[in-house]
């Protein structure tokens, strides 16, 4: 039998929830831990989807990028459920563009997404669990960008190596609180909505992703958003109580290979 991951009793918030991919992934995980979960989007119609899809779900709309709708979810969620024990940032933009060509307008929303709004989430999330003197923790969203990245990303890499620098940081702050910090850095998350993505550099998706599952992973499957999710419960749970500062890779391999698989084969 094994050891069961149970978070019932508690009340987690997983901010930009409501898309595809690695939000949709994580709600579905902390679901089926019997948490109480707390979905936030800047698109209140979908969140609102997404909680209909797991009852006793909450949704908010919100934008993180403003303290005052931050300030705002958190007191929603206090009426409607009382103090928030998680919260996983999952928001985030993305960009594709070369770092020389990006705008101002480009750098800001990626920065004030990206980090200014997990920052503002895990500040308004901390203070709220000083002030009740209750537990709880925190798990960011970076990417494998973190570590190594592409053409074309080079603002993006550094937005999300910003999460895993306040991830650290955070958590030598917190710890004497009790408060873990953590951070989840996903590969290639497979998804019939994420070839949309893919078509931005790829004219033939599916080639593509099943390329990158032959060739650049270590393990030959697909990554599912829900494997993203099963780690930030872990990470939410007791069982990671030995764990803060930390960046965990979820991405099959891709960053423990220098070379493809192609490129080192006997001919």
Known sequence: MGIPINLEGKNVLVTGGAGFGVGAGVCQAIAESGARLVVNDL???????????YPGTLAIAGDIGKSEDVERIFAEAKVHCGVLHGVVNNAGVGLNKPAHEATEADFDRLFGIDVRGLWLVSKVFTNQLLETKEVGHIVNIASVHAHSTNAGYALYAAAKSAVTGL???????????LIRVNAIAPGYVHSEQGF???????????????????????????????DCGY?????????SRGITGQTIFVDNGTTSMVFNRSFTERS
């Open 231 to 239: 780690t930030a419960v872990f990470l939410l749970s007791n069982l």
């Open 43 to 53: 698109d209140g119609v979908a969140a609102a989807k997404t909680a209909a899809r």
């Open 167 to 177: 991830t650290r940081g955070m958590a030598l702050d917190l710890g004497q609180h």
């Open 196 to 226: 949309e993505i893919i078509r931005t550099w790829a004219d033939d998706p599916q080639a593509w992703a099943d390329t990158c599952r032959t060739d650049q992973q270590a393990l030959p499957y697909f990554l599912d958003a829900v």
